[in-house]
């Protein structure tokens, strides 16, 4: 089967503009993540859903940052008024169950460039 | 505040000898370890894990081994294979949080 697809893969920004990023997860699987990955950095935890509840939102770095799932499946991360330091891949991730130690599947990132 | 660090970003190791990539952790909550491993322009794919009640998990060529006491968790890989050659991720969780708090990454590169 597909795994967790992002779209678009590179976006480019004006400073100021807001951006919108799709994650595709794995079919059937109930949590859903979105992280940040700075160049040269590990990911950061951003948001965390389960099924269409946001239940973690204490990784979004400000609130120009937004992300929903309001079917229990796509979502999309939104940043208004994006800022340079906004740069980086961003990363979905997805698992089939709840569980904390369930393994996350990731898809390839968006990278964003905000000039 | 860097709860999980991986303190050599690059390693260098021959084909057919062993990788050991170490990775030290701050916090003793922790309780749930991973390894990840990532290749250019793809996210980062799960590799073997480790529960705080183990301190050693095998699969296969991957053995990571977990030391609680000096809050330290290593992965070895052996025989190395060219194909292993990719930034490798810890990752620690704690339960009743679904994050997962990563290090910085090392760099593996397998020599012919």
């Known amino acids: 089967g597909a795994g967790v697809s992002q779209s678009p893969r590179y976006k480019v920004a004006k400073r100021g503009q807001d951006v919108a990023l799709r994650c595709d997860p794995i079919s059937g699987h109930v949590s859903l993540f979105w992280y940040q990955q700075a160049l040269g950095q590990g990911p950061e935890f951003l948001t965390y859903?389960?099924?269409?509840?946001?239940?973690?939102k204490s990784g979004l770095p400000s609130d120009r940052f937004f992300a929903e799932r309001p079917e229990g499946s796509v979502s999309t991360l939104k940043i208004q008024r994006t800022q340079q330091e906004d740069s980086a891949v961003y990363l979905c991730?997805?698992?089939?169950?709840?569980?904390?130690?369930?393994?996350?599947?990731f898809g390839n990132g968006t990278r964003l460039t905000v000039t | 505040d860097q709860q999980v660090k991986q303190n050599s970003p690059s390693l260098s190791v021959q084909e057919g000898r062993i990788s050991i990539l170490n990775c030290d952790y701050t916090n003793s909550m922790f309780d749930y370890f991973l390894w990840y491993k990532k290749y250019p322009a793809e996210g980062p794919t799960f590799l073997i894990s480790i529960s705080s009640i183990k301190d050693k998990n095998e699969d296969g060529r991957f053995t990571v081994f977990l030391n609680k006491s000096a809050k330290h968790l290593s992965l070895h890989i052996v025989p190395s294979q060219p194909g292993d050659s990719a930034v490798y991720f810890c990752?620690?969780?704690?339960?009743?949080?679904?994050?997962?708090?990563f290090g910085q990454g090392t760099r593996l590169t397998i020599n012919p």
């Open positions: 859903f389960q099924n269409e509840a946001q239940l973690d």
């Open positions: 990752a620690a969780s704690l339960q009743g949080a679904q994050k997962l708090v």
């Open positions: 991730a997805s698992s089939l169950v709840g569980s904390y130690n369930s393994p996350l599947h």
